[in-house]
């Protein structure tokens, strides 16, 4: 089955600064992969996906992730960080075959002024 | 874009009695819909998949009589939590897929937080 792990719990950059966020993922086939972002109380929006193609996907707000099958991972950048972008980060995986979709644990972004 | 609707948002309710959560895809028909619950600062934990004209698939360790879901056409997935107990209270999000669009992508509700006094 796939799963996905976040690395880190928490955490914390400067307002400006660069933010990485990392996710490592196990799959037996190739996958999907997703972050989603989550606001207190509110349902999860789509930051970007990976499915097929082009390794550096491009998504909203400024984010970026990278395939990188090598290595398993999927990490979550944006160069400079702003204080809108304090949240809970989720990735996630599913396989091309099924959209049994599978979360990480989680991370919370803190944004310093 | 796609859009999956939920509601109530919120609901607070006796201990004993029964809630219904509905859980809508809007512009697009979902033949699959899953229901996930979220405890604080915690991650969504998948309860059960919900497949229209079909038995839902419940996650192991998840009690069917408690946590009913019907998804009686491509639109629309019920989740009732019979005789609620404070345990029950939690944040409750649903997802669906659309299989037309085929991009891998679940769209997901604005979930429902339920409290059980």
């Known amino acids: 089955a796939q799963s996905v792990t976040q690395l880190g719990s928490h955490v914390s950059v400067s307002e400006g600064a660069l933010v990485l966020l990392r996710c490592n993922y196990s799959s037996s086939v190739p996958p999907y992969l997703f972050w989603y972002v989550q606001y207190p109380n509110q349902g999860l929006q789509l930051l970007l996906k990976y499915t097929t193609g082009a390794t550096l996907v491009k998504g909203i707000n400024g984010f970026e992730a990278e395939f990188k099958k090598s290595e398993t991972s999927f990490h979550l950048t944006k160069p400079s960080a702003h204080m809108s972008d304090a949240a809970e980060y989720f990735c996630?995986?599913?396989?091309?075959?099924?959209?049994?979709?599978?979360f990480g644990a989680g991370t919370r972004l803190t944004v310093k002024p | 874009g796609a859009v999956v609707s939920q509601h109530p948002s919120r609901v607070i309710c006796k201990s004993g009695t029964s809630v219904k959560i509905e859980c809508r895809s809007l512009d697009f028909q979902a033949t699959t819909m899953f229901w996930y619950r979220q405890f604080p600062k915690q991650s969504l934990m998948l309860m059960a998949t919900s497949n229209e004209g079909s038995k839902a698939t419940y996650e192991q360790g998840v009690e069917k009589d408690k946590f009913l879901i019907n998804h009686a056409s491509l639109t629309l997935s019920t989740l009732t939590v019979t005789s609620a107990h404070p345990e029950d209270s939690s944040f409750y999000i649903c997802?669906?897929?659309?299989?037309?669009?085929?991009?891998?992508?679940?769209?997901f509700g604005e979930g429902s937080r339920l409290t059980v006094l």
């Open positions: 996630a995986v599913t396989l091309y075959n099924n959209n049994d979709m599978r």
């Open positions: 997802s669906a897929d659309n299989r037309v669009a085929n991009t891998g992508e679940l769209f």
